[in-house]
T-cell receptor
Framework: NAGVTQTPKFQVLKTGQSMTLQCAQD?????MSWYRQDPGMGLRLIHY???????DQGEVPNGYNVSRSTTEDFPLRLLSAAPSQTSVYFC???????????????FGEGSWLTVV | AQSVTQLGSHVSVSEGALVLLRCNYS??????LFWYVQYPNQGLQLLLK????ATLVKGINGFEAEFKKSETSFHLTKPSAHMSDAAEYFC???????????WGAGTKLIIKP
């Protein structure tokens, strides 16, 4: 029972490099999202998707791209990494058609990204 | 706009003592309220949630929270702290009209032996 799987767990990037954080879920969840977690700021939504082919911006989308070609996968791309993107990134998923009172959000274990 | 305030970025209690983590929210409509726990180097997992009905909600690991509409609060409590409770706790709120969670900044719970 894999749940939500994120890779890589740790990554160091140089300023200006690009990379992709992978996220996959095996629960047939329609809704997937990416958060970043910074000290004292809780979780902030970067992008989300309510189904294959549908994505939308969250609170802090700048510098990030997403796509949703399949139900299972929701990769997050950093286009040109900046030190301000040093953070812990979490992918999350849940059923979408059920309302939020009836379902639970499942989180991946996080990806620690450092941009130098 | 909704917002969530968690009082205290760090809370320290002795093992066996009462745990009280505070959460206040602002919402123009009755909200859904959640507490999540994050153990070191792990993702978040649901501790408990309030949607409708009984305002005292029991969760995993002996935690409970009470929804007080008049105080716009959803404080998390546990009668007796255990060393394994050391983690970061996040309060979150959502309205039925949308499916996004608004998160508090988190409170790190430290358990003293």
């Amino acid at each position: 029972n894999a749940g939500v799987t994120q890779t890589p767990k740790f990554q160091v990037l140089k300023t200006g490099q690009s990379m992709t954080l992978q996220c996959a879920q095996d629960m047939n969840h329609e809704y997937m999202s990416w958060y970043r977690q910074d000290p004292g700021m809780g979780l902030r939504l970067i992008h989300y998707s309510v189904g294959a082919g549908i994505t939308d911006q969250g609170e802090v989308p700048n510098g990030y791209n997403v796509s949703r070609s399949t139900t299972e996968d929701f990769p997050l791309r950093l286009l040109s990494a900046a030190p301000s993107q040093t953070s812990v990134y979490f992918c999350a998923s849940r059923k979408y058609r059920a309302n939020i009172s009836g379902n639970t959000i499942y989180f991946g274990e996080g990806s620690w990204l450092t941009v130098v | 706009a909704q917002s969530v305030t968690q009082l205290g970025s760090h809370v320290s209690v002795s093992e066996g003592a009462l745990v009280l983590l505070r959460c206040n929210y602002s919402s123009s409509v009755p909200p859904y309220l959640f507490w999540y726990v994050q153990y070191p180097n792990q993702g978040l997992q649901l501790l408990l949630k309030y949607t409708t009905g009984a305002t005292l909600v029991k969760g995993i690991n002996g935690f409970e929270a009470e929804f007080k509409k008049s105080e716009t609060s959803f404080h998390l409590t546990k009668p007796s702290a255990h060393m394994s409770d050391a983690a970061e706790y996040f309060c979150a709120v959502s309205e039925e009209s949308n499916y996004q969670l608004i998160w508090g900044a988190g409170t790190k719970l430290i358990i003293k032996p």
